[in-house]
């Protein structure tokens, strides 16, 4: 089902998002965070004002009409920063802290770990390892993961 | 082109290309790599500040991008969760934007600052300040405050080291054996004897074989006299063994206690010393089993096994000389599965360590689960979860067993599978023995005593190889203790501390920041507080204010700009020092179990009964004190349960009173009470703050009247100062906050004095 929604989202020249109510008020630099980005990343979606108020709750992405929806993609992409974990290419120790040296969805980096309590299970089969800035890199199924990187990943569950 | 201190800084795979764009005088100022593209994948790029213009590349064989400084240009700089963002804008659009990790923050703040220098400098023809900036030797980041003597490298640098600790974790507790190792080397010795008395019996056996019994059954009587001396010698290394088995026992018993214990309290000093930051991110059960099984594990290690362990190998090292000075060949055939054997607890000692390790932890957060529920009870109770929680304990307790099984199935084939080798090696002496008994190549002595022995031998090996777990649960014990003993505080003590002896109570905040994790917290925060001005932090929850004052507590320290009293780094001070300069009033006051004297006297152990009442009247607990059936003497529970809110918050507000401090913080001190007790210790306060630099955090506006300026607070940084009245004539943040409460009728239990409040306040004005 796609709805028309009663509001507009424009981005304009200083590549910010203009968002303008039902009652035509308009707010700039408007940004668009997910509620549930692990569990439920398609669904509640809230624009928020630079204030941190919210505009409006957007209850799926699906519904939204397309050009909308890749307009909140294209922000969404461009803040959010979780990295998936596709393989672990080598650990510097078995030992904490030690660094990580892993394939990503967003290319080849390395990262500390400072201990093995900021690995996080979530619910299962995915973990969460908070690197040492606090960066979340996330790895969606740790059973689908390659033998060598389950190995490394097994000494630190 | 001269070459400037910031280009040589410039990373080698970037110099060359810089250096070969660059115009005839044109310098690089600043640099930043940016490890992040737009669509924030991982890729490696560059960012330079020139005194010409503004340079970038996305990758090393990306077309070079220029900007030349002109009217207009800005560029600002963002982050959000983990990612930092720079975007250069002009009056009508964007320019570019840049992302990077926040690993290379620093580099961003420092190329941002000298990208307004030379904006400024192109478009008002200024010059730029010359860099009087104080750098870290290290990183090249600006200091605010210039390095305590003696220290290298700034408190950024030092919290970016990570080494990892090394895998001979054990000979790391050599540093707690230490101070006993003369008694150490007397236990050495002591088994060193002992060893040896137990292997004089089955020497005995080979004159008693060839000597007496083999003669008696080829017809000669048995001689009497050797065999009272054999048997005599026997019982008497028995004895012997005996006697230095014992005195061996006690020496080192009696050592690995006290190695225990000195690591256990060495354990909790250097807890102790650990900043909040550490303590918010463990889990209370972890810390406690670490402290209290993980010692006594690594305690009864070096008391029964590491005992055991030494004596078998000088076992093994004697049986072996043994055997060779009685016959080489047999010894050699002998101690053939030897090797074998080595190599299977080598083989066996990876597997379990992790396998170790995985056990230590689950059983860690087994405990976990049982320290986050029981003082949560209530709630438990409330929401009626018993079930749950029981659920999530036995999951807990269903992924121990897994990891357990896991371990014993290995552990399980390890044994047997040593008797087994055992075995096969007593069956290999005895072919080989038969073989040369009937060669007349050896007696049958000979042989009896090498089949005692290496019963014994292997006996031995077995034990021997048991200790495999017992070090590898030792090892991570150890491990996991020295994790704790190699955490460094994150609010360090400095090398070379400056001393205040006497403290006027001038607070300075220059630009201060502060990060919890990805989430920048406060925000460029610079305010100078005057000796004995109060001053009221007011914002909404999650502004920002209770991390200020944890800031200037040092409970942590700032991510960025410097806090300083009386012009004074904190970060240069002692810890201990400087906290005693400074006064802290909670909201949740916690009573530790003692008497309420006790209690009120914990800041300063040494305080007289005088001083102690002195202080409990200016807080105006005396009279309910009083009226306790034990007076001073009653008993504060475990969190002080007997007492109101109000009480616990009086015992406490006499408590900073009794340390007189210059500096005194009360972060929400009155609002958990209800409004009339809150009078009540309003007074106490009154009495508190009198003279005392004070800065206080309340939700009730109305509590902050007192104050001489308050400072607005609002997602981090300061937005508004000034005093009430200044304030509500601004008509901004403040005066929308008071207007918020004061309206507020129905979750505020106190409108009526909000209102007189209110009131009186612009009567005032």
């Known amino acids: 089902m796609i709805n028309q929604p009663d509001f507009q989202l424009s981005r304009n020249a200083f590549g910010r998002l203009v968002f303008i109510s039902p009652d035509g008020q308009t707010q700039e630099g408007v940004v668009a965070v997910r509620a549930f980005p692990i569990a439920a990343p398609d669904q509640g979606i809230a624009l928020l004002d630079t204030q941190g108020h919210e505009l409006v709750w957007i209850e799926c992405l699906g519904d939204l009409p397309d050009e909308l929806r890749t307009l909140i993609e294209a922000e969404l992409g461009s803040r959010e920063f979780m990295p998936e974990i596709k393989r672990i290419l080598g650990v510097s120790s078995f030992a904490t802290p030690c660094t990580w040296q892993v394939e990503t969805d967003r290319g080849v980096t390395a990262f500390i770990l400072k201990g093995e309590e900021n690995i996080r299970r979530l619910t299962p089969p995915a973990l969460l390892i908070t690197e040492s800035h606090g960066i979340h890199f996330l790895i969606r199924d740790r059973f689908a993961l390659d033998h060598h990187s389950r190995k490394i990943l097994d000494r630190f569950l | ?765």
């Open chain 2, 1 to 765: 082109m001269q070459p400037t201190p910031s280009t040589s800084a410039l990373p080698s795979a970037w110099s060359a290309q810089v250096e070969s764009y660059l115009a005839d005088g044109e310098n690089v100022l600043a640099w930043l790599e940016t490890d992040l593209d737009v669509q924030l994948h991982f890729a490696s790029g560059l960012l330079v500040v020139t005194n010409l213009r503004l340079l970038s590349r996305s990758s090393t064989d990306a077309p070079w991008q220029d900007w030349i400084y002109r009217q207009g240009m800005m560029l600002t700089r963002r982050d959000h969760s983990g990612i930092g963002n720079l975007e250069l804008t002009d009056t009508d659009s964007l320019l570019a934007c840049w992302r990077y990790t926040l690993s290379n923050n620093l580099a961003a703040g420092r190329l941002l600052e000298h990208f307004l220098q030379q904006l400024g400098h192109h478009l008002t023809g200024e010059l730029p300040l010359s860099p009087e900036h104080i750098l870290c030797p290290k990183c090249q980041s600006v200091l605010d405050a210039p390095l305590p003597p003696g220290q290298e490298e700034c408190a950024l640098c030092s919290k970016e080291m990570y080494t990892p600790p090394s895998t001979w974790t054990l000979f790391r507790l050599w540093r707690f054996a230490r101070p006993y190792k003369w008694r150490l080397l007397a236990g050495f010795l002591l088994t060193l004897g002992s060893t040896a008395a137990t292997l004089v019996p089955p020497y005995m056996t080979m004159p008693l074989m060839d000597n007496v019994l083999i003669p008696y059954q080829n017809g000669k009587p048995i001689d009497t006299d050797l065999v009272t001396l054999y048997l005599s010698g026997l019982f008497g290394a028995a004895l012997l063994a005996w006697m230095l088995g014992w005195a061996r026992t006690y020496v080192l018993a009696l050592v690995s206690e006290r190695i225990g214990a000195d690591l256990r309290t060495a354990t909790y000093e250097h807890l102790l010393k650990l900043s909040q930051e550490y303590f918010g991110g463990k889990r209370t059960g972890d810390l406690m089993a670490r402290i209290g099984s993980e010692t006594d594990r690594i305690n009864i290690f070096i008391s029964l096994h590491l005992l055991d362990f030494a004596t078998d190998v000088l076992m093994i090292a004697m049986t072996a000389a043994i055997l060779v000075s009685i016959n080489p060949w047999l010894a050699l055939v002998t101690l053939l599965p030897l090797p074998i054997i080595a190599w299977l607890i080598h083989v066996v000692r990876d597997k379990l360590r992790t396998g170790f390790e995985k056990v230590d932890r689950i059983w860690a957060e087994v405990t976990n689960v049982l320290a986050d529920t029981i003082p949560g009870m209530r709630v438990v109770k409330a929401f009626a979860q018993e079930k749950r929680e029981a659920a999530r304990f036995r999951a807990t307790n269903q992924h121990n067993l897994e990891v357990n099984d896991r371990v014993n199935k290995i552990w399980s084939l390890f044994t047997p599978t040593v008797t087994l080798l055992t075995e096969i090696g007593l069956l290999v002496v005895w072919i080989f023995g038969i073989w040369q008994v009937s060669e007349n190549a050896i007696t049958v002595g000979v042989l009896t005593a090498f089949l005692a022995y290496i019963s014994r031998f292997y006996l031995r090996l077995d034990s021997m190889s048991r200790i495999v777990s017992f070090t590898q649960k030792a090892a991570a014990g150890t491990k996991r203790i020295f994790e704790i003993l190699d955490q460094t505080s994150s609010v360090p003590e400095p090398a070379n501390p400056a001393h205040l002896p006497s403290v006027t109570g001038r607070i300075e905040l220059r630009g201060v920041g502060f990060r919890y994790g990805t989430r920048s917290v406060t925000r460029d925060i610079s305010i100078v507080i005057e000796p004995g001005e109060m001053v009221g932090l007011v914002g909404h929850s999650g502004s920002g204010k209770s991390t200020l004052v944890n800031l200037i507590c040092r409970f942590y320290d700032v991510t960025e700009g410097a806090i300083l009293i009386d012009g004074v780094d904190i970060r240069s001070l002692p810890v201990a020092e400087y906290r005693k300069h400074v006064g802290l009033v909670l909201q949740e006051p916690f009573l530790f179990f003692g008497t309420i004297a006790e209690n009120i006297a914990y800041g300063k152990p040494e305080a007289t009964r005088a001083e102690i009442v002195a202080a409990a009247r200016a807080a105006h607990a005396h009279e309910f004190i009083l009226r306790l059936p034990h007076g001073y003497d009653s008993l504060a529970g475990e969190r002080g349960q007997a007492l109101s809110g109000g009480e616990r918050q009086r015992i406490s507000i006499a408590r900073a009173l009794l340390i007189d401090p210059r500096i005194l913080i009360l972060d929400e001190a009155t609002s958990s009470v209800d409004t009339a007790t809150e009078k009540e210790i309003q007074k106490a306060l009154d009495n508190l703050v009198r003279g005392r630099t004070t800065i206080a955090i309340a939700h009730r506006l109305s509590t902050l009247r007192g104050a001489d300026r308050l400072i607005v607070l609002d997602r981090g940084s300061i937005v508004e100062v000034g005093n009430h009245a200044e304030l509500m004539a601004r008509a901004g943040h403040y005066y929308n906050l008071y207007q918020a409460q004061a309206r507020n009728v129905d979750t505020e239990d106190d409108l009526h004095r909000q209102d007189i409040a209110l009131k009186t306040e612009e009567a005032r004005i």
